[in-house]
C-alpha cells in the first residue's frame, strides 16, 4: 500500500494527515500554526511531518501542502502571497522537508479533495467555490486540476455580477461576487445590523424582511454567477463548500429556485449542485491526492 502525507497550512492551525490510495485516513494531527514575522512557524510544518512519519514508519509517496496565496508553475512553493506567513514566499518545501512536496492553493486542495474522494468522485469536470470570509475556487477539467497563468484559475470569488458597484474586491474588482456573498462585507452590506452571515441567515429564518431581502439578494447573485460558470466551461457539477454552506436549506433551496430562472438548460441538461463532503481536513486530503495524481 503507498501512503501520502498531506498538510494544510492556515494562519492559526496547521493539520496534517496520512492517506493511502483509498483516500482511507490512517492518522490526522493538529498543531497551532504560531505565526512569527521570523518565518520561525515553518518549524512547525516540519514537525506536524516528522510526527506523521514516526507514526506511519514506512516510505511515502510525497507529500502534498496546501496553502494560503498562487503557487509557482511547478508545485514546488507559493509564489505569491504578500503580508500573510512571512518566509512563505517562494520557500521550497522539498529542500526543507526532505520528500518530494507539492504545492496547492488551498481552494484548489479542496476542490482536489472533493473530486478524487467526495461529492464529485469520478466527475472529469467540476467547479468549486469556496463560500467563507471569501470566496476561492476550483476548476477541474478532462479529470485534471486547471491551475492557468500564474497558477490563479479559480478565483472565481472575484468575476463581476454588478458593473455599476463601485466597491472593490482585493484584487481590485468591482461588483465581485465575494462582496456581494462574503462574510467580510455583511456589516457593510447591512448597513451595519448584521456582524456575520450567521446572524443575518438567522434573521431570515424568523422571517425578517430586511434579512430575506439582504439575503435572498445575496443568494441570487450566487446563482447568477454559477449560471454563467455554467455558460462558460458547462461542468458536470459545481460544488460548494465552506462556512456559509451551513446555512444548509436556507441556502440551497432558493438557490435552486434562481438556478431555475437563470441557467441555459439545453436538452434539458442541468448542472448539479452539491455541498461539499469535507470540512476542516479538505485541505489537507485535497493536497495528499494531488501528490497521488503524479
Not at 113 to 129: I, M, T, Y
Not at 171 to 195: D, F, P, Q, T, W
Request: a negative charge; aromatic letters at 10%.
Amino acid at each position: 500500500m503507498s501512503y501520502v502525507i498531506g498538510v494544510d497550512l492556515g494562519g492559526t492551525n496547521i493539520k496534517g494527515l496520512i492517506i493511502n490510495r483509498n483516500g482511507e485516513v490512517l492518522k490526522q494531527h493538529y498543531i497551532p500554526t504560531k505565526d512569527t514575522d521570523d518565518g520561525s512557524w515553518r518549524e512547525n510544518v516540519k514537525e506536524m511531518v516528522e510526527y506523521l512519519k514516526n507514526y506511519l514508519q514506512q516510505p511515502i509517496l510525497g507529500i502534498g501542502l496546501s496553502a494560503p496565496g498562487l503557487p509557482n508553475e511547478q508545485n514546488q512553493c507559493i509564489a505569491y502571497l504578500p503580508n500573510r506567513l512571512k518566509g512563505l514566499e517562494n520557500f521550497m518545501w522539498g529542500e526543507y522537508l526532505g520528500d518530494a512536496t507539492y504545492v496547492l492553493n488551498d481552494a484548489h486542495a479542496a476542490l482536489m479533495a472533493e473530486a478524487r474522494f467526495g461529492v464529485a468522485k469520478d466527475k472529469r469536470n467540476v467547479v468549486l467555490l469556496t463560500l467563507g470570509t471569501g470566496v476561492g475556487g476550483g476548476i477541474l477539467i478532462n479529470g485534471h486540476l486547471y491551475q492557468g497563468l500564474a497558477q490563479m484559475a479559480g478565483h472565481l470569488g472575484h468575476i463581476s455580477i454588478n458593473s455599476q458597484e463601485e466597491t472593490q474586491s482585493i484584487v481590485g474588482m468591482v461588483g465581485s461576487l465575494e462582496y456581494a456573498i462574503g462574510n467580510y462585507s455583511i456589516e457593510k452590506r447591512s448597513h451595519g445590523k448584521y456582524s456575520s452571515t450567521w446572524e443575518l441567515v438567522e434573521a431570515y429564518r424568523k422571517g425578517d424582511h430586511f434579512a430575506a431581502y439582504l439575503w435572498l439578494s445575496s443568494v441570487r447573485k450566487l446563482a447568477l454567477a454559477i449560471s454563467s460558470i455554467a455558460n462558460l466551461l458547462s461542468p458536470e457539477m459545481v460544488v460548494l463548500a465552506g462556512g456559509i454552506t451551513l446555512a444548509e436549506e436556507a441556502l440551497f433551496e432558493p438557490l435552486a429556485t434562481f438556478m431555475d430562472l437563470y441557467e441555459w438548460r439545453p436538452g434539458n441538461k442541468k448542472t448539479s449542485i452539491a455541498q461539499a463532503y469535507f470540512g476542516d481536513m479538505a485541505g489537507a486530503i485535497g493536497a495528499a491526492s494531488f501528490v497521488l495524481t503524479k
